[in-house]
């Protein structure tokens, strides 16, 4: 495991929160265009261009005179300088070792960001999602951990059911970026759609918990939040999504995403190594968790017993996945998590006496 120095690491930090602060406008994108006044009939009017394919496109925006329109516009100025700013801080993050996703991911995630899935309190998860984790955990990440055809988006049905507002439909999300996205029937219900892909063969999947039994396993959920579409339930995606922490994925000028606690996505990731039937992936999600884990011993000791703890206490069939799971980490993240859970057990006992 290699870690970033601190000068990387507080650059990071810096991102994260010039993300976070960062305010959108809905209708005009911050990476191009200008606004431009133009006299007509006596009274000057904004209109906003853009160079797209060689021609300048112009949208009419409103008076100049509208107090609101023109500090809107101000607005606007300010967000796209800052939008710069960001892109040079990612430029160097990158520079320095850490991941950035590939296009295609890095598109899907700024989409979803921009149409609101974040707001509205989903979870990235997956392998783009352990890509964010280079930066809060102040380590190198590179090779196969990395490599991805899909985006996976979790949320709660509860929250998704009250939560009183909606994205945009997301087969329109997803053809903003690439207009060959398709839904893919659900075998279990062709009504409610779970997952769409493209011509590329990139796939992106929407999930929620499994509120019922395993009977209920593979049938799709209806999302009110999710612009129309469904989810598809998994077991143990509770435990996962249940914590989660902030952090930014080095694409444009830093996309902020919300993405499971490191310490969940590590454990999590030994419980569904073992359910796999693709040895491969299976392989995949043993890696990632022994990489983590040996960036919690040292950066979140506490919180990585905690969970392992909590999973630990779920019941015999988590205690079973888990031995089997740990017992395929790397040699070093084998002592490390022992010696996590040795330490932690010696703190209980200390405080009983």
């Known amino acids: 495991m290699q870690e970033i120095d601190l000068a990387t690491q507080t650059m990071f930090a ?4 010039r993300s976070l602060d960062a305010e959108f406008d809905e209708l005009y994108d911050e990476r191009g265009g ?9 009274r000057m009017y904004w209109h906003h261009q853009r160079r797209i394919e060689g021609k300048v496109v112009s949208k009419y925006v409103g008076p100049v005179t509208d107090k609101c329109i023109s500090d809107r516009v101000k607005r606007f100025a300010d967000i796209k300088s800052d939008f710069k700013a960001r892109q040079e801080i990612v430029r160097a993050l990158v520079a320095a070792g850490l991941p950035s996703p590939d296009s295609m991911s890095g598109l899907i995630v700024q989409a979803m960001w921009k149409a609101g899935f974040f707001r509205l309190r989903g979870v990235l998860v997956g392998t783009v999602a352990f890509q964010a984790y280079a930066g809060p955990l ?6 196969r951990p990395l490599q991805t055809q899909d985006a996976d988006f ?3 049905w509860g929250i998704s059911e009250n939560i009183g507002d909606t994205m945009p439909p997301i087969l329109e999300v997803l053809r903003e970026i690439d207009e ?10 062709p009504f409610v759609t779970t997952a769409y892909r493209n011509r590329g063969s990139y796939k992106v999947d929407f999930l929620t918990p499994n509120r019922g039994s395993d009977e209920h396993q593979g049938k799709p959920t209806r999302m009110k939040a999710l612009g129309g579409s469904g989810a598809q339930p998994l077991r143990h995606l509770d435990y996962l999504i249940h914590q989660t922490e902030r952090s930014a994925l080095l694409y444009g000028g830093g996309i902020p995403v919300t993405i499971p606690r490191a310490e969940r996505y590590a454990v999590h990731k030994l419980i569904v190594a073992v ?8 392989a995949k999600d043993v890696l990632q968790a022994s990489i983590l ?15 392992w703890q909590t999973a630990w206490e779920a019941g015999p069939r988590w205690k079973q996945k888990l031995d089997t799971g740990r017992e395929r980490l790397s040699d070093e993240a084998k002592e490390r998590l022992e010696d996590v859970l040795k330490r932690s057990k010696a703190s209980k006992e200390r405080r009983k006496k």
């Open 14 to 17: 810096e991102l994260l929160q």
């Open 275 to 282: 359910e796999r039937q693709d040895q491969v992936k299976s």
């Open 293 to 307: 884990i040996e960036a919690l011993h040292k950066r979140r000791p506490l919180e990585l017993a905690e969970a």
């Open 180 to 189: 060959t996205f398709k839904e893919i029937p659900n075998v279990s219900d």
């Open 154 to 156: 979790a949320q709660f």
């Open 34 to 42: 200008t606004f431009r006044k133009k006299l007509s009939k006596g």
């Open 138 to 143: 102040g380590i190198r990440l590179k090779g």
